[in-house]
């Protein structure tokens, strides 16, 4: 089964086993919720993958104009229901965009919603933003566990080792990807390994 996500993703992982549906995912915890965290432990590393900064007034901006167009049609007290509608919407929009975290806690690594004991991770790969075309097009491996988010550079590529599991490996963004490798590392025992992608030629 293909496991890929540009947005919303779920997925509870045990031994051998991944579970998808709405029952199992009310019934994972969220380890960003206070409270409901594995063990209640810190994180290790924990990274929001939120939009850019910059795509806030953007948004805000394509959210007014066109507010503006209806408002142009409809004088009165209507002209302002258009606004109360676009700029509301553009929020949530960004914020739902942004939701995911990445962390590592307790032993186990959670993407969104998704994770994995770290025991069974094996090879890391750090895939820069110039490679991850190659990584989650023609190379992907249909049976991987994915979360892209675009506007996050580089991603990582961690081998599953369960062999019980069907999912290959995990692909998915993270911006402080090397940080995050470096901290697997110390529990697979194995170093990250790094795809530059094609090297433009040197002038």
Known sequence: ???????????????????LGPTTLDAVPDPHTPGRGPSGREPVFDERLSVPLWWWPVGFGVAI??????????PGVRAW???????PLTVAILVLMGRHHVTLR???LWVGRAHIPTQYLGQIQLIHPNA???????????RAFVLHAGWVGPVLQITVTDPADPTPYWIFSVRRAEELAA?????????PQEDSGPR????
Request: charged fraction near 15%; hydrophobic fraction near 35%.
């Open 183 to 191: 901290l697997l590392s110390g529990h697979t025992g194995g170093m």
């Open 65 to 74: 104009l066109l507010a503006a167009e209806v408002h142009l049609g409809y």
């Open 1 to 19: 089964m293909s496991r890929i996500s540009t947005g919303s993703f779920s997925a509870g992982h045990t031994p051998g086993e991944t579970t």
């Open 132 to 142: 991850k075309r190659c990584a989650l097009g023609p190379n992907l491996d249909p």
């Open 81 to 87: 229901l258009p606004y109360l509608l676009t700029v």
């Open 106 to 108: 307790a032993g186990e």
């Open 200 to 203: 433009s030629p040197s002038r």
